[in-house]
């Protein structure tokens, strides 16, 4: 079930009208089938691996929690480990290895293997099992105490709303709300949840939908064919695409979440607006970068081993989190270049200092440092939506050529300002007001007019087609 699908918005109708009548046991409960159902909608062959990820971890945790020595703690997380990111690796990185085996036989003048059979990627695999594996080193390093009921663990893995595709929430954050009484639904948290899930529905239904055709068109023709200006407005109609796609089903996660007395994390903070690489991570996918850098960055040593170290375990810590979003090289490119541009970034800023940071801007000169930095994320975006680096490559050589007005061109720059125009000014109010929820705060009139707003461009300017969220396939 999409998020924007009317079969979603009925069992979510279904959903609150029985949960809001139960008390906190039977609500987990409810809860915990509601979320097994909704995944069930996908492929219910799949539901086992949720369940085995949930009774693996619960036990470890357990004997992890229960004993005293230090040996036989490591070794239970260092099997959780094994377990989990094996698991995760046979189904998303089997074909892919498959893949370079053969050509690697291929270069030796020997047969193909085929093996007997092909895995299916499940759905939110890689979500469920880096929270899965976040509960349990925070366990391990007694940062959180070990869930007492198995369905509470249950449902704090399961939970419905992020758990195709985030936020990857952390125990000490959403456990706790699923062990004690939530608040009641009340017209604060209506308001919030409303605010949500509209932002979250046009992001998704009027921005990335209506740009994916523009994307796709230019992605999916010969890079020959196009000219300069028709790739970069391709380049930039799949930046806003991939934005509005995550970002949207984010937001509805978390307002859905708030009808039901959730608060799950803010994963995404205006990106397009930061000023450098940092900043851009520290607005980009927050649930996945705050993860990469406590249990990956900082176990690796982060900055505390020298300039020399710092570099390399910046640079790891994003080609693996491009790894995490698929098994292709183009992948890894893409987070390798975040790494390389982040290490960059630090010298400069060791060297001429980071005003971005020690102290604000001129106005200048941060419009131009964001405008600098959207560029270069657009540019990497390339190698993270084409199949091939050799494609990515062609497309970026395309740039170079000629920079004809075609009437593809001049057609796709009016959807574009039509489309994003409104957002952009919407999303530059909330960043001078540094607030994310600064339409709460205007009077009713303004408020109302905004959701006129998205519901008219709902009802009349919906993709023809509705596109499968990206991140999905992650």
């Known amino acids: 079930m999409w998020f924007n699908s009317f079969s979603f918005w009925l069992f979510l109708a279904v959903v609150l009208l029985v949960y809001h009548r139960l008390g906190h046991r039977l609500q987990n409960r409810f809860l915990l089938l509601a979320s097994y159902f909704f995944y069930g909608c996908w492929d219910w062959r799949f539901l086992f691996l949720i369940l085995f990820t949930t009774a693996f971890e619960h036990l470890v ?12 703690r490591k070794r239970w997380v260092t099997a959780s480990l094994v377990v989990e990111l094996g698991i995760l690796g046979l189904f998303k990185y089997f074909g892919f290895f498959i893949e370079e085996f053969n050509r690697i036989l291929g270069v030796l003048g020997l047969e193909h293997w085929e093996p007997a059979f092909q895995l299916i990627l499940p759905a939110g695999i890689s979500f469920y099992t880096f929270q899965a594996l976040s509960y349990t080193i925070d366990v ?79 992605f999916d023709a010969t890079p020959g064919e196009l000219n300069g200006a028709e790739v970069l407005l391709g380049i930039y109609a799949f930046a806003f ?15 859905v979440s708030k009808w039901m007395g959730f608060d799950l994390m803010e994963n995404f903070r205006r990106p397009y607006f930061a000023s450098n ?22 176990p690796l040593g982060g900055n505390r081993e020298g300039e020399g170290k710092t570099r390399r375990n910046l640079i790891l810590t994003m080609v693996l989190g491009g790894l995490w979003h698929g098994a292709a090289w183009t992948f ?44 270069l994320v657009c540019l990497a ?38 489309f994003l125009g409104p957002w952009i000014v919407f999303e530059l109010w909330q960043e001078l007001r540094k607030d994310s929820q600064a339409l709460l705060k205007v009077p009713w009139p303004a408020r109302a007019a905004f959701y006129l707003y998205v519901i008219l461009m709902l009802l009349f300017f919906a993709a023809p087609e509705p596109v499968e969220f990206i991140y999905f396939q992650f």
């Open 332 to 375: 890894v490119v893409w987070g390798a270049i975040h790494g390389v541009w982040l290490v960059l970034h630090r010298i400069w800023a060791r060297r001429f200092g980071d005003a971005g940071e020690r102290r604000p801007k001129r106005r200048i000169q941060r419009v131009l440092a964001v405008m600098g930095t959207f560029q």
């Open 241 to 255: 695409q991939i934005y509005g796609d995550f970002a949207g089903y984010s937001a509805i996660a978390i307002g």
């Open 140 to 218: 391990y390093r007694g940062r959180t105490t070990p869930c007492r009921h198995f369905l509470d663990f249950a449902l704090f893995i399961s939970f419905f709303p992020q758990l195709v595709a985030g936020p990857i929430e952390r125990s000490n954050h959403l456990l706790p709300q699923v062990e004690n009484p939530r608040p009641r639904l009340s017209e604060a948290r209506f308001s919030a949840g409303l605010y949500l899930v509209m932002t979250g529905l046009f992001l998704k239904v009027v921005i990335a939908d209506n740009m994916a055709w523009l994307a796709n068109f230019v």
């Open 61 to 72: 945790t357990g004997r992890i929690a229960a004993s005293g020595d230090p040996r036989a």
């Open 277 to 298: 690489p940092r900043e851009f991570w520290q607005r980009w996918h927050i649930s996945l970068s705050s993860w990469l850098r406590d249990y990956l960055y900082i």
């Open 381 to 418: 975006w390339v190698f993270f939506r084409t199949p091939s680096i050799e494609q990515a490559f062609r497309l970026l050589a395309a740039l170079g050529t000629g920079w004809q007005l075609t009437d593809f061109v001049l057609a796709g720059a009016s959807l574009m300002a039509f």
